[in-house]
């Protein structure tokens, strides 16, 4: 406590000297989600606007010649603001959008008409295809205006007859020229005030010398050099900006929520790092969940979700359902933190550089982004880690392929004056699973050894973890997972062998699931001539004759583990 007070002047001065920003508000949103458009009066032809719970608010026009107009009830009262909505024509060739509504009219209007878009005396070319739902924005500065669509600048223009009223208006309208039907919708309306379009997400930084000099994880294991959370913090850091935006200010045992104490949760926990320093953003889910019981929530936990590539579009969504994507970059993740329309970026935290966009040094570029989501639902999960040369699948009870693989980089020091002696892991993520038998396959074209570490985590985020080390050498190694995500004590895993399959078949048998000795007998006998035969044709051989005895007797064995058993012995057969 007295280190902190011993800063405090220090962060004061540093908040005078720091020139306050302004953040953009949000005047009117419309989702039209309730069914209906009660914020909206038409003024013109009011009979065409219908809200469809799919489309939007909007209309068919079968007529030509017709005009119909739309305002909604709110009052702008400054000259800058931005209107934002989606756009869905259908059919039809006239499109039309109005701004610096006045009385219940547009003084501007930007015009679509085949290939050709005009306003006032200007024409310029823009094709706005039908049945694609395309994102408009309307950006305005007085007398002048940037009009884009899905992101691609139309118009940049200015009238320079226009004069601010002092109260504005916005508006949608439909027409019909010559042209017709004419279908189109409007939906997700947004008009904010001028200002940089951020979350608010607070500012840590990894170097903050509170925390900046406790031991990262492990790192006297992959390091050589600095050992540092002001070196090797940045997933770490990014995580708890994450968290303090979302409200989760205290760890679960009431300290405060900051790198250094999250860090040290994180040791704590079985699963908290994997191998060489990388955070393991599902061991945080857990300690979301358990922060409830020292900060008041208005949820139970966040769940984690992970993008494995740019999407500009998904981040620009998440932004605007308020949820601050983590980004990564080449070793080093920022906190993605608003939308920078201005400069056509994003607004980023970075907890290791003064950089504020993704212009500085990134190039507007990211690799992946994770999410972070306050839910009231499950955080149950599967992930497996293995060495980047071995080949990994997972199949479903079903014997269907799922989930996600990866290869994630080792985090790296930014100022580059020291190593990470590890390097990349193969992840793999399935998010929700259902309570199943899973089978997992590791294989490689050549010769090589293996350490696979098994994470389940059942709803309240509790994990089982479990660690195989093999050798492939040409064959192929199978596991199974006994997941149960209602409780993670009741969830286990063991690889595929004769062994295995021995326990399986003689505890089968004692619990009477094998009704007759002589089918016992002869899958025991197969089993055996399959373990010590050196030929590779003759094992398979002996293994299909298991299965075709379980397959044949529907009476003695029962039906649920007869299906185990093929699956299990196909799953060594597929090993051979």
Known sequence: MKKILALTPLILLFVLIIPSRVFAEVLFEEHFDNGNASNWTPVLNGSYWVVDNQKGYGGIINGGGVLTDTVANVDITTPNYTIEYDFLPVQGADKNFDFHWQNNSPLEEVHFAGNDVNFKDETTQYVLSNNVSHKIKIDIQGKKFQFYVDGNKVFDAEDPQYIFSGHEQIGLRMSAGSVFPTEVWFDNVKVTTEGDDTLGVPLIKQTDPLWANNIYDTAFAWTPGSKNIGTWGCALTSAVMVFRYNGITKTPT????????????????????????????????????????????????????????????????????????????????????????????????????????????????????????????????????????????????????????????????????????????????????????????????????????????????????????????????????????????????????????????VYAYNQKKIKNVGIYTALLGQLEIARISRNKSFKKTALDSMILVISKDKKNIEPALAAILISDIQSLKNSL
Do not use: C
């Open 254 to 505: 009431g300290e405060d929520l900051n790198p250094g104490t999250v860090n040290s949760w994180l040791l704590g926990s079985v699963d908290g790092y994997v191998r060489n320093g990388l955070l393991n953003w599902l061991a945080l889910t857990r300690l979301s969940r358990l922060a409830t019981l020292t900060n008041v929530l208005p949820f139970d936990a966040l769940e984690y979700k992970r993008i494995n590539h740019k999407d500009d579009v998904i981040l620009a969504d998440s932004l605007g359902k308020k949820i601050p994507p983590i980004l990564e970059e080449p070793g080093h993740f920022v906190v993605a933190n608003g939308t920078d329309s201005a400069n056509s970026t994003f607004f980023i935290n970075d907890p290791g550089y003064t950089r504020t966009t993704l212009n500085d040094s990134y190039n507007k570029n990211y690799l992946t982004m994770g999410t972070y989501t306050p839910v009231n639902s499950d955080l149950s999960y599967i992930m497996l880690v293995v060495d980047p040369n071995i080949n990994l699948s997972v199949t479903d009870p079903n014997g269907a392929p799922i989930g996600e693989v990866f290869i994630q980089s080792a985090i790296s020091d930014p100022l580059g004056l020291t190593i990470n002696t590890k390097g990349p892991l193969k992840i793999y993520y399935y998010p929700k699973p259902t309570s199943g038998k899973y089978s997992v396959i590791l294989s490689t074209s050549g010769s090589s050894p293996y350490q696979l570490d098994e994470y389940l985590y059942d709803i309240n985020g509790n994990v089982f973890k479990k660690t195989e080390n093999g050798n492939l050498n040409g064959t192929k190694d199978t596991f199974i997972i006994n997941f149960d995500k209602t409780n993670f004590t009741n969830s286990k895993t063991e690889k595929i062998t004769f062994e295995y399959l021995k326990k399986e078949i």
